[in-house]
């Protein structure tokens, strides 16, 4: 499902919308770079879904486990990206 970027502005402006009519992914920019995302949340996912979901976690998981990296590095990681952005 591809993903739609939308300006913080105009998210905020049509919050009502997006939240109750949007059924795909939301990339929430602010001066063309990407601060957030919003994931609509269906009421129902199809089985073939929710498969597609777990086959992606658990693939995830190989990976990161065969690279050796926890989620807490990945955090940490995260965290000095973000610091090292605010300067």
Do not use: C, N
């Amino acid at each position: 499902m591809e993903t739609l970027k939308v300006g913080i502005r105009e998210f905020r402006e049509k919050l009502a919308s997006y939240l109750l009519e949007s059924d795909r992914p939301l990339a929430i920019t602010r001066h063309g770079d990407t601060v957030g995302y919003y994931l609509p949340a269906r009421r129902a996912r199809s089985e073939a879904e929710r498969s597609a979901l777990r086959q992606a976690a658990a693939r995830l998981q190989e990976v990161l486990a065969a690279k050796g990296i926890t989620e807490d590095e990945i955090i940490a990681d995260f965290k000095r990206w973000r610091a090292g952005r605010r300067k």
